[in-house]
């Protein structure tokens, strides 16, 4: 099968469209034709090294297909499903966990179907576990017009909360606005300050920040006395070592470092995250916005846009024609 590999860690350009032998399935795992592979930021930590994967390695986590092979025979040939945590993912045909499926309604575009998953569960768990949004609740959310912070921003909303996003373009100010965002502000060193004058002198309940190195300190700055910080990733870089007091300093905050894999891993979890995705898709209240959709030989442009901040919502590779 044709599939994207990383020999050796590095820039974009290690993602090199080869021909490797077709995957396996144990008995706990469907064989999937992939039709569309989903492109997330956490792609490009395993590509470059910053997550460790043994190499050679084909990337890729999420994406949409139809089922080639069931050894259980549970699953018939032909059906279409989506799936997120199968690990080489930018291929022809992957292996998934078949806990790790969920079938795919009608009408959903394979684009929607190939993205929805990893940063709807995640956009699903920061809303409703990490911080449970509710009326009144006030969020602040940096990369506001990426794949999981327009996700993020429509849930918010529709939980009652007052969202202030942080975006870097007027383009994207406006796809941040038209997701809901009661206000959408710039990057800058009085971040913090220009949130809190909006939001009555107060810090807001919880931040959620996905740029990491660049945005923590104003987060911090940003947050409630005894709010939570969700740092829930580095798009800018990791943040570097720091004193704990910090979080005395700022009124008793709550800092945590989430993970989709944690906030998925109990019984039955990662199907509730994943149907509440899929209604909401279903019933209108969740709009994916897929800005690009490459072929999987252009992975490498897929990841150099991504990186260099070129995309806005979700980005996706067309592996066959469905
Ligand atoms: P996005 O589509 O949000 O793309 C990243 C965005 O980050 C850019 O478009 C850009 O938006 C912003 N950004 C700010 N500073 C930089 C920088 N220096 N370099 C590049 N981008 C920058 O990606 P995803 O939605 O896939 O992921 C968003 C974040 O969420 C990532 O950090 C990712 O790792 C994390 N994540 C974490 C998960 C978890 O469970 N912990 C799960 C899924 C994602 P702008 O130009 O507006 O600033």
């Not at 592979?37 to 490009?44: L, Q, R, S």
């Not at 699903?124 to 506001?144: D, E, F, R």
Request: aromatic share 8%.
């Amino acid at each position: 099968m044709h599939a994207i590999q990383v020999k050796q860690t590095g820039g974009p350009e290690v993602l090199e469209y080869t021909e490797v032998p077709d995957p396996q399935p144990n008995h706990n795992q469907v064989l999937v034709d992939v039709v569309v592979a989903g492109v997330n930021y956490i792609d490009t930590y395993y590509r470059d090294g910053t997550y460790h994967a043994a190499t050679p390695f084909i990337p890729g986590l999420e994406g949409t297909g139809r089922v080639a092979h069931d050894p259980q025979g549970e699953i018939a040939e032909g059906t279409m499903v989506a799936w997120d945590s199968a690990f080489g993912s930018y291929a022809e045909k992957v292996c998934v966990d078949r806990e790790r499926l969920v079938a795919v309604p009608e009408g959903f575009s394979p684009e929607v179907a190939g993205s929805m998953l990893l940063q709807g569960m995640t956009a699903h768990y920061l809303s409703h576990g990490v911080y449970k949004l509710q009326a009144g609740s006030t969020c602040l959310i940096t990369a506001g017009s990426g794949g999981v912070g327009l996700i993020l921003t429509q849930m918010a909303k529709s939980l009652g909360a007052t969202v202030y996003s942080v975006v870097s373009t007027d383009k994207k100010e406006e796809l941040a606005y038209a997701a809901g965002a009661d206000h959408v502000f710039r990057y800058s060193s009085s971040l913090a300050e220009q949130v809190r004058r909006y939001n009555k002198g107060r810090g807001v309940d919880v931040v959620y920040d996905g740029v990491g190195k660049d945005t923590f300190n104003e987060s911090l700055e940003a947050v409630r006395a005894r709010g939570t910080v969700a740092l829930f990733g580095a798009a800018s870089g990791p943040v570097p070592p720091f004193d704990p007091q910090l979080l005395n300093k700022h009124g008793s905050i709550f800092l945590t470092r989430p993970s989709l894999g944690a906030w998925t891993a109990e019984p039955g979890e990662f199907q509730m995250r994943a149907q509440a995705v899929v209604q909401a898709v279903s019933d209108g209240d969740l709009k994916f916005d897929i800005s690009a959709s490459y072929p999987l030989a252009d992975a490498a442009q897929a990841h150099s846009d991504l990186q260099s901040r070129k995309t806005t919502g979700s980005i996706v590779l067309r592996v066959r024609e469905d």
